[in-house]
Nanobody, 120 residues
């Protein structure tokens, strides 16, 4: 089992920045990759960014490329999402998730989410 706890959400004006954190605990040795997802009211959950836990390859949704940066601190078992140039359409609950080395779209563990609200 892997436990994930997000933090860092809040209210920010358009154009501002936030950094989300996701602390992992439990069987962290089983983590192959971690990702960020978000769900806006009335919409389906969508992929935001992902990174291999060993580093090297990062993936981003087109809607956040150039504005968001995913990173990790393996020593702290923590995943980050630096969000710059925020837009009102970035408003959502943001979740982090982890997966093993299987299917890249199959995440096994999820955090409880943190709310990000961007005002215009």
């Amino acid at each position: 089992q892997v436990q994930l706890v997000e933090s860092g959400g809040g209210l920010v004006q358009a154009g501002g920045s936030l950094r989300l954190s996701c602390a992992a605990s439990g069987r962290t040795s089983s983590i192959y990759a971690m990702g960020w997802f978000r769900q806006a009211p009335g919409k389906e959950r969508e992929f935001v960014a992902a990174e291999r836990w060993s580093g090297g390859t990062t993936y981003y949704a087109d809607s956040v490329k150039g504005r968001f940066t995913i990173s990790r601190d393996n020593a702290k078992n923590t995943l980050y999402l630096q969000m710059n140039s925020l837009k009102p359409e970035d408003t959502a609950v943001y979740y982090c998730a982890s997966r093993g080395p299987g299917r890249p779209d199959q995440y096994d563990y999820w955090g409880q989410g943190t709310q990000v609200t961007v005002s215009s």
